[in-house]
Nanobody, 117 residues
Framework: QVQLVESGGGLVQSGGSLKLSCVVS????????LAWYRQVPGKQRESIAT???????TYLPAVEDRFIIFRDNDKKTLYLQMDNLKHEDTGVYYC???????????WGQGTQVTVAS
């Protein structure tokens, strides 16, 4: 059973930066496409960035010029560098396989990001 452990969230002022990490417990890490998701209370979890096993990145337009998704296959870790954070980026951030994969791994606990306006 693959486990996902997200970390790196916190409270930051508008315009600040955070770097999120997600450790994925699989020896086949390099074979998977991966994604970061964000969930705001009362709304569905949405995909905000994906990175393929060949390192192709895609982004939600709202974060495209501010966030960077990258991966370290040796460390089996997915990252999200978030710059110029806005209040609307507040939410719980999760990692998993992209939504185009029919069966996702069990969700981790997520990491809370709060951006003070």
């Amino acid at each position: 059973q693959v486990q996902l452990v997200e970390s790196g969230g916190g409270l930051v002022q508008s315009g600040g930066s955070l770097k999120l990490s997600c450790v994925v417990s699989t020896n086949l890490f390099n074979l998977y496409d991966l994604a970061w998701y964000r969930q705001v209370p009362g709304k569905q979890r949405e995909s905000i960035a994906t990175i393929s096993k060949s390192f192709t990145q895609t982004y939600l337009p709202a974060v495209e010029d501010r966030f960077i998704i990258f991966r370290d296959n040796d460390k089996k870790t997915l990252y999200l560098q978030m710059d110029n954070l806005k209040h609307e980026d507040t939410g719980v951030y999760y990692c998993n396989q992209p939504s185009y994969i029919p069966l996702s791994w069990p969700w981790g606990q997520g990491t809370q990001v709060t951006v003070a306006s």
